[in-house]
């Protein structure tokens, strides 16, 4: 089966970086995706990882160590607006997903 | 703007009243995937449909059906609901370019809530 790990929750100041951890053990391996999902709302797509090493895009950063079976969405410069789930998710095949339970982040003024 | 549409966004039933929950897509993507997701879980697969060809996952139960009439419909039809079928139901499409499977994009859910 898919084991996909994340923390549950974690709270940040507004304009500090949050690295939210994701280590998975699948039974192959062709993608790692984060998404973020607002209460209530559909996730949506934030990044994508196939090779080792960091992928940036504005303040949202992804890290991946397939070696390690690892990888970080790192927030920068953090807003209210930030305040959602992140789910890490795997590509095991050719094109279906599996998801971690989310990590809720919580910011704060 | 191409998008995936779920209808309704709220749905109410009674306890074994069927239900049908519908997806639309404007993508013309081949894959079309219905999730299931209770609160604070990971979003669950429960099958999906790569053109007409329908796939089940293997612990999704048998009061869960699906139908694609078209590239851009698919419903979930819900034959029996039970109380532990309260959830939020995702749609999601994705397609094969020619580099590669492209992410799965997701419509708003429909948020079902059985009485």
């Known amino acids: 089966g898919q084991n996909i790990d994340q923390p549950t929750e974690m709270t940040a100041t507004e304009g500090a970086i949050v690295q939210i951890n994701c280590t998975y053990q699948?039974?192959?391996?062709?993608?790692l995706f984060w998404y973020q999902q607002h209460a209530g709302e559909a996730p949506t797509f934030l990044s994508y990882n196939v090779l080792d090493g960091l992928e940036e895009k504005g303040r949202f950063s992804s890290f991946l160590s397939r070696s390690k079976g690892y990888s970080y969405l790192l927030l920068k410069e953090l807003q209210m607006k930030d305040s959602a789930s992140y789910l890490c998710?795997?590509?095991?095949?050719?094109?279906?997903?599996?998801f971690g339970a989310g990590t809720t982040v919580t910011v704060r003024a | 703007d191409a998008m995936v549409i779920q209808n309704p966004r709220y749905q109410v039933t009674q306890f074994g009243k069927p239900v049908t929950l519908s997806c639309s897509q404007t993508l013309n993507h081949n894959v079309m995937y219905w999730y299931q997701q209770k609160s604070s879980q990971a979003p669950k697969l429960l099958f999906h449909?790569?053109?007409?060809?329908?796939?089940n996952e293997a612990d999704t139960p048998d009061n869960f059906q699906s139908r694609r009439p078209n590239t851009s419909f698919c419903f979930l039809d819900i034959r029996s609901p039970g109380l532990g079928d309260a959830a939020m139901y995702l749609c999601?499409?994705?397609?094969?370019?020619?580099?590669?499977?492209?992410?799965?994009?997701f419509g708003p859910g429909t948020r079902l809530l059985v009485l």
């Open positions: 998710a795997v590509r095991d095949g050719d094109y279906k997903l599996s």
């Open positions: 699948t039974s192959g391996f062709n993608g």
């Open positions: 999601a499409t994705s397609i094969y370019t020619g580099t590669g499977w492209e992410t799965q994009y």
């Open positions: 449909y790569y053109d007409k060809d329908f796939n």
